[in-house]
């Protein structure tokens, strides 16, 4: 059964911990993506790679904190510097970098993060 | 600075109705324009794809049209369901950059 997972489903911090979302995909995809949903608001890019052992930062990758070292695993690290981390967060990956092709691009089922 | 806008921000419709959602992009330059459905609390999942040449993409009861010259691109959804109540989100790629996405529409369908 190939998809996209993510863990946990939820998860609780106290302010000033550091705190880290699993992204795990068996499509053999090369891109992966993090995105962070707030209510009302359009997903908005965090970090994301085009092949393993690379990543770029995207449009708000302040207090966040990627790796690449697998092609199937991409997990963000939400740090204390973050200023305010409670939001949905959601991984995705694609074949290829969407930026250069129309291929479609798989979500997985969100992380809800609240910081308490 | 390249943007999508999605009317209306919500609407609310009778079971087996049909419905109509737009979305208006300014980007630059256009790749493609894909349609996604959110349900609550879950990620999004593609409806569809469409690059500059065509026009109409259908999905089963969604058809989704795109007019390059106007930037303007619309979702039908025939003969709704109840399980048709989502967010839809409208999502322009740019070429070389990372995806545009609009806040999404929230589609309540009621018996």
């Known amino acids: 059964d190939g998809g996209i997972t993510q863990s946990p489903k939820y998860l609780f911090r106290k302010e000033g911990q550091n705190v880290t979302l699993s992204c795990e995909q068996n499509?053999?995809?090369?891109?992966m993506y993090w995105y962070r949903q707030d209510p009302g608001q359009g997903l908005r890019l965090i970090y994301y790679s085009q092949i393993v052992n690379d990543f770029q930062k995207g449009d708000i990758a302040e207090g966040y904190s990627v790796s690449r070292e697998k092609k199937e695993s991409f997990p963000l690290t939400v740090t204390s510097a973050q200023k305010n981390p409670t939001a949905f967060y959601l991984c995705?990956?694609?074949?290829?970098?969407?930026?250069?092709?129309?291929?479609?691009?798989?979500f997985g089922p969100g992380t809800r993060l609240t910081v308490l | 600075k390249n943007q999508v806008e999605q009317s209306p921000q919500s609407l609310i419709i009778l079971e087996g109705k049909n419905c109509t959602l737009q979305?208006?992009?300014?980007?630059?330059?256009?790749?493609?324009l894909r349609w996604y459905k959110q349900d609550t609390g879950r990620g999004p999942v593609s409806l569809t794809i469409?690059?500059?040449?065509?026009n109409t993409k259908s999905n089963g009861r969604y058809t989704a049209t795109l007019d390059a010259d106007t930037k303007q691109s619309s979702l039908h959804i025939t003969a709704s369901q109840l399980s048709d109540s989502a967010s839809y989100i409208c999502?322009?790629?740019?070429?070389?950059?990372?995806?545009?996405f609009g806040k999404g529409t929230r589609l309540s369908v009621i018996a």
């Open positions: 995705a990956s694609s074949i290829g970098w969407q930026g250069r092709t129309t291929d479609t691009q798989y």
């Open positions: 999502v322009v790629s740019v070429r070389d950059t990372p995806l545009v």
């Open positions: 469409m690059t500059f040449s065509e």
């Open positions: 979305c208006n992009y300014t980007v630059s330059p256009f790749s493609n």
């Open positions: 499509l053999n995809h090369d891109a």
